[in-house]
């Protein structure tokens, strides 16, 4: 299937799965939809059979409250049954508001609280040196999670012991929970942060999968320090009324006519737009 049809996909089940739930993070699980359906079907090479092999490709996805997005591309790639996607933040359900290493193995860590999944990522990294395994750590990190003090001495850690194993991504959507992120906390100049941390940086359109495979390719050939991947983004991507808006960061609940006018921006087909809707198709 074409990496452009997976992430339209994953964007509609992304936001079935917070409209059934009526509750969850629209805005930040759009935004990256291209960057997690490059991870999943090109990068990490997972086989469901392998998710404990100790060769594998790790990933964490830092930003938790962007798990939608996470379970919709996990559907598409074998790890998770369709039905499961109904479950999404119900009591005694495997997928959770934040991923949970108890209920869903595949995943590294359990995140949630921002800046934690990228320290876990770097100890990951770390560790598959020390072990001299030759795989790669993923983390995706979100732009207001910069703001965490925590991230910064990770990124401190990464670049003083030479993790060329690591490979950090942004989704810099500009947003965060209340606001922009210049009206909260300046993040600019960004590349020049991480450079002057001793990253190497590389920043691309991260809704455009050629430079989507150009950033992951130059990441995999680098030597002797870490790489951040600043991929911009625009928060609700594909979505008329959610795009660029930050009161659809989270804690909303969709209504019907806003699901199925979302369904057709994503060029749904007419005949699924009920099932959608009603929960009959997954």
């Known amino acids: 299937?074409?990496?452009?049809?997976?992430?339209?996909?994953?964007?509609?089940?992304?936001?079935?799965?917070?409209?059934?739930?009526?509750?969850?993070?629209?805005?930040?699980?759009?935004?990256?939809a291209e960057i997690l359906t490059w991870l999943y079907a090109r990068e990490l090479g997972l086989d469901p059979a392998r998710i404990d092999a100790p060769d594998r490709n790790r990933f964490v996805l830092s930003k938790g409250h962007g798990c939608p997005a996470l379970y919709a591309v996990a559907r598409?790639?074998?790890?998770?049954?369709?039905?499961?996607?109904?479950?999404?933040?119900?009591?005694?359900?495997?997928?959770?508001?934040?991923?949970?290493?108890g209920t869903t193995p595949w995943v590294e860590t359990s995140t949630g609280s921002l800046g934690q999944g990228f320290s876990a990522a770097i100890g990951i990294a770390l560790g598959l040196r020390h072990q001299q395994i030759?795989?790669?750590?993923?983390?995706?990190?979100?732009?207001?999670?910069?703001?965490?003090?925590?991230?910064?001495?990770?990124?401190?850690?990464?670049?003083?012991?030479?993790?060329?194993?690591?490979?950090?991504?942004?989704?810099?959507?500009?947003?965060?929970?209340?606001?922009?992120?210049?009206?909260?906390?300046?993040?600019?100049?960004?590349?020049?942060?991480?450079?002057?941390?001793g990253w190497q940086v590389i920043e691309i359109d991260g809704h455009d999968f050629g430079q989507i495979e150009k950033a992951f390719g130059e990441a995999r050939e680098t030597r002797g320090k870490p790489t951040v991947i600043v991929a911009n983004t625009i928060k609700g991507q594909g979505i008329s009324y959610m795009a660029g808006n930050p009161l659809w960061?989270?804690?909303?609940?969709?209504?019907?006519?806003?699901?199925?006018?979302?369904?057709?921006?994503?060029?749904?087909?007419?005949?699924?737009?009920?099932?959608?809707?009603n929960g009959s198709i997954w």
């Open 134 to 197: 030759a795989a790669r750590t993923y983390v995706l990190l979100g732009d207001g999670e910069l703001q965490e003090g925590e991230i910064w001495e990770g990124a401190m850690f990464a670049a003083h012991y030479h993790l060329d194993n690591l490979c950090a991504i942004i989704d810099y959507n500009k947003m965060q929970s209340d606001d922009l992120n210049a009206n909260i906390m300046m993040l600019e100049p960004l590349r020049e942060k991480w450079s002057a941390f």
């Open 1 to 32: 299937m074409e990496l452009k049809t997976i992430a339209c996909r994953v964007r509609r089940s992304a936001l079935q799965m917070i409209y059934h739930a009526g509750s969850g993070h629209p805005g930040g699980s759009l935004s990256p």
């Open 76 to 101: 598409h790639v074998g790890l998770l049954d369709p039905g499961q996607l109904s479950g999404f933040r119900k009591i005694d359900r495997d997928l959770q508001g934040h991923p949970n290493i």
């Open 249 to 277: 960061h989270g804690s909303v609940k969709l209504k019907p006519e806003e699901l199925v006018r979302a369904l057709r921006d994503l060029q749904t087909p007419e005949i699924d737009i009920e099932g959608y809707v």
